[in-house]
């Protein structure tokens, strides 16, 4: 019986991750190589230094399988195609990370004071919000929605009627002015997951349900009244 063979493929195809990006890459390489210029062309795709990268291997289960520390080692005899190369580097700066930037936020009455803003812009030339026209379809519909709000209460059946947006129905949950948005606005507690969260908007509780259970409507866009769960036939016929 003849002795097997193995041979090497021209290129390995690699899967690139580093820890100074969350953006991973697929590469083929030379099998022929070295380690040392592997680093140099990793250098390229991650910024980090092949001075001081240090690089790890994983499997494809993300399971960590060794390290490549020999610079003189061939790819063809250390690795195999399709493993996860994840390259770190000591020295290397994280753009990405901004978490200890300081930033500077003006303040809104600075904002409003500004003659070089984009707002300053649109009230010179009276658009979008500062248009006269505008302004008066605006105070017609918070009118409208401070109106209709006054007839609704928590735990009223409803409907919503979002242009653009199939009719859901639900329960009221909470009915008022809130922080995220000037006006009156409806909480709604729909009876399927087709909502964008659970009552908590930019870190404030409003009501409680399940995620994606709840969502707020201008209430010019919701109805209530008897609308009761729409029964769900799906399972009986296919």
């Known amino acids: ?68 520390s020999d610079d003189d080692a061939v790819l063809k005899n250390v690795l195999t195609s399709d493993v996860r190369l994840h390259v770190t580097d000591p020295s290397a700066v994280n753009f990405q990370d901004t978490s200890g930037v300081e930033k500077y936020e003006m303040s809104k009455d600075e904002y409003e004071k500004r003659e070089d803003s984009v707002q300053a812009f649109k009230k010179r030339n009276k658009m979008g919000r500062f248009n006269p026209e505008v ?15 006054s007839k609704m209460s928590v735990g009223d059946r409803c409907e919503a009627r979002t242009p653009k947006q199939p009719a859901r129905r639900g329960e009221v949950m909470f009915v008022g002015e809130v922080e995220f948005k000037d006006g009156y606005w409806v909480g709604i507690k729909f009876d399927e997951p087709v909502g964008k969260h659970d009552g908590v908007v930019e870190g404030k509780r409003y009501f409680k349900c399940d995620n994606k259970y709840g969502a707020f409507c201008q209430p010019r866009f919701v109805e209530v009244g008897d609308f009761p769960p729409e029964l769900d036939f799906s399972d009986d016929e296919i």
């Open 1 to 68: 019986m003849s002795e097997a063979i193995v041979t090497h493929p021209d290129f390995i195809k690699l899967t690139i991750t580093s820890a100074v990006s969350s953006v991973a890459s697929e590469k083929r390489f030379p099998s022929h190589i070295t380690v040392r210029e592997l680093k140099g062309k990793l250098e390229m795709i991650t910024g980090a230094s092949m001075d001081s990268m240090k690089i790890e291997i994983f499997n494809d289960q993300n399971k960590s399988i060794g390290k490549l």
């Open 135 to 149: 302004q008066a379809k605006l105070a017609a519909q918070a009118e409208e929605n401070k109106e209709r709000a």
